[in-house]
């Protein structure tokens, strides 16, 4: 056991390592510094050309988030039909059909937030043309919206007093260019060596050591995992994402693909320090973020190491702690560590079952989705993060009684409504979207629809409460993954999490953007002895305190219906 845990600790260093070096490249690409890329700079001249772009005319923040808006519109519409049209389409070897129209739209919306939520089986329910052009398109373009959105809040903290964010389209393409496609060329070369296919061949008959004979599913997967986990996107090649053997062969490949997946978020806040030459600042959000992830962490690995106590009661041994659901190549304590970082990361690929999960870790599991700040998804983490720290700056103004102040410009009514209303809306998604399913299910469960809702769960009671919490709460985060005792491939499921999953997706991001944008404008505010300085333990506690308290106030309710209960209950 203690070998699993100094495998997480080495895990985590390598991480933060590669991250920072990783950051100050960034830093480089997004400030048009010198880089090692710069050979690709005729590539994206070419694009700006064809595509009508001026990659000098910056955008304020409005122009910003309307280009940002419109592009998804439209990848929206193409992944909509290239899914409801699929088994007409070529590069489908194995005969797979076309999706239902509700599941259609479900997925588009899905893979176009970044949020990979998947009610279909990847083996069978896409083809090898959908995998590539659609599903790994949308992974390069909504981590590569992410990281744009972002750099627009870098560029309204670094100036003292500005109307312009940057050019949200060059953004773009800087991301893809020269950081998610170099990045995903080597992880998917690492895959590749390590077993993980990269052919268009069709099924593949492989006879068992029993001698059953069996059709395996192969395809192109190395390169769709690989920007799976470095965009935060999570979604499978294969149905049993990376807790299948040839999408997560052995303990190296667990290592890459969990270290690929914190890459760009821990990159990103040591970018924020070089870009705005505020690198304290970047380390205190650093510090409250590991801190943050350490609490999740730290009793995730302790309950599942110490195995299921209800088994125990049968006089079973568990030596090697609760094993239901896992891999036994990876073990609790690395499947544990994954659980979290997949979760507060909003990546939601898993290497083990969460529904198999120990209460406490599956509590964690929401926690961590529910906070949606402890670095976070690629760009958006850090956005999240954003509107934690106005509130904070908000409340300490409140606390000195004067008025609050963020690097240098007041913080004013305007922007703390936004991020109320930020902050309001996502409670109001996930407790929600909870009534109303579990409304349904308690008065409509025979209703004569084509899936009755009686059938949704697989489990009663707090546990089946508690699988759709699970699904509205990763569905809000744009996570993916799921308790997967919930079926979730009907009408029902389909259009609400469609519809939580595109608005959990962009207030969040137009929320932070607008801020920025009219925060940017206004006069510049020399810091004097009353101000909080940002890069200090106080800053960073009080920032922590209101995230706590913005979580317990908003979701205790739900939770002690769901896991708490349950825990209680295994007593």
């Known amino acids: 056991m203690n070998t699993e845990i100094t495998g997480i600790i080495v895990t985590f260093l390598l991480t933060v390592l590669i991250a920072y070096p990783l950051g100050k490249y960034i830093a480089k690409v997004y400030g048009g510094k010198r880089t090692l890329f710069d050979f690709l700079k005729p590539v994206e001249r070419f694009i700006c050309r064809i595509s009508g772009i001026n990659p000098d005319q910056s955008m304020n923040w409005k122009e910003f988030l309307k280009a940002m808006l419109t592009v998804n519109m439209l990848w929206f519409v193409y992944a909509f039909f290239m899914f409801f049209f699929q088994s007409h389409l070529p590069l489908n070897p194995d005969g797979n059909p076309d999706m239902t129209p509700d599941l259609s739209f479900n997925s588009a919306i899905s893979f176009m937030t970044n949020t990979n939520w998947q009610n279909y089986s990847g083996e069978t329910g896409v083809t090898y043309l959908t995998q590539l052009f659609v599903i790994t398109f ?22 003292k007093t500005t109307n312009y964010l940057g050019n949200f389209w060059h953004i773009l393409i800087l991301s893809i260019t020269r950081i998610l496609l170099p990045i995903c060329i080597v992880i998917a070369l690492l895959l590749a060596f390590h077993g993980t296919p990269a052919s268009y061949d069709g099924k593949d008959t492989i006879t068992t050591l029993q001698g059953d004979t069996v059709q395996v599913s192969r395809g192109p997967a190395a390169g769709m995992i690989a920007i799976k986990h470095l965009g935060t996107n999570g979604g499978g090649w294969f149905n049993a994402n990376s807790a299948h053997p040839l999408e997560n062969p052995d303990y190296f490949t667990n290592m890459v693909e969990v270290i690929a997946q914190m890459l760009i978020p821990i990159a990103m806040l040591f970018a924020l320090g070089f870009y705005i030459k505020r690198k304290k600042f970047a380390y205190v959000i650093f510090g409250v973020m590991t801190i943050g992830m350490l609490c999740l962490v730290i009793p995730t690995v302790i309950t ?9 009661k049968l006089g079973i ?12 190549r990876f073990g609790p304590a690395a499947s544990a560590y994954w659980s979290i970082v997949t979760t507060i990361i909003s990546t939601g690929s898993v290497n083990s079952m969460h529904d198999s999960a120990m209460p406490i870790s599956g509590l964690m599991q929401m926690l961590g989705m529910l906070v949606n700040g402890f670095y976070g998804g690629c760009g958006v983490g850090i956005l999240n993060y954003f509107i934690y720290i106005i509130i904070a700056v908000f409340i300490s103004g409140l606390m000195v009684g004067r008025t609050p102040e963020f690097m240098g410009h007041k913080v004013e009514a305007r922007e703390v409504k936004i991020a109320a209303l930020v902050t309001l809306l996502s409670a109001f998604l996930i407790k929600g979207g909870l009534a109303i399913a579990s409304y349904t299910l308690l008065h409509y469960a025979n209703a004569d629809w084509a899936f009755k809702p009686s059938g949704w769960l697989n ?13 509205v709460t990763s569905l809000n985060a744009n996570n993916g993954s799921a308790f997967a005792g919930l079926t979730g491939n009907n009408i029902f499921w389909n259009v609400i999490g469609g519809f939580i999953m595109i608005l959990g997706r962009f207030i969040p991001i137009i929320g932070p953007v607008a801020i920025i944008g009219i925060m940017a404008r206004k006069k510049y505010v ?17 920032t922590f305190g209101v995230i706590v308290i913005v979580t317990a106030l908003s979701y205790f309710p739900p939770l002690v219906l769901g896991p708490i209960a349950e825990y209680f209950g295994m007593r």
């Open 317 to 328: 041994s568990q030596a090697t702690g609760a094993m239901e659901g896992k891999e036994v």
């Open 138 to 159: 949308l992974m390069f373009t909504s981590a590569a919206t992410g990281m744009a959105c972002l750099v627009a809040l870098f560029n309204g903290l670094k100036e």
């Open 459 to 471: 489990n009663p009671s707090y546990h089946g409460f508690s699988e759709m919490m699970y699904a």
């Open 526 to 542: 020399p810091e004097s002895a009353g101000t909080l300085k940002i890069d200090s333990k106080t800053f960073g506690a009080m």
């Open 304 to 312: 599942e190491v110490h195995g299921n106590p209800e088994i125990a």
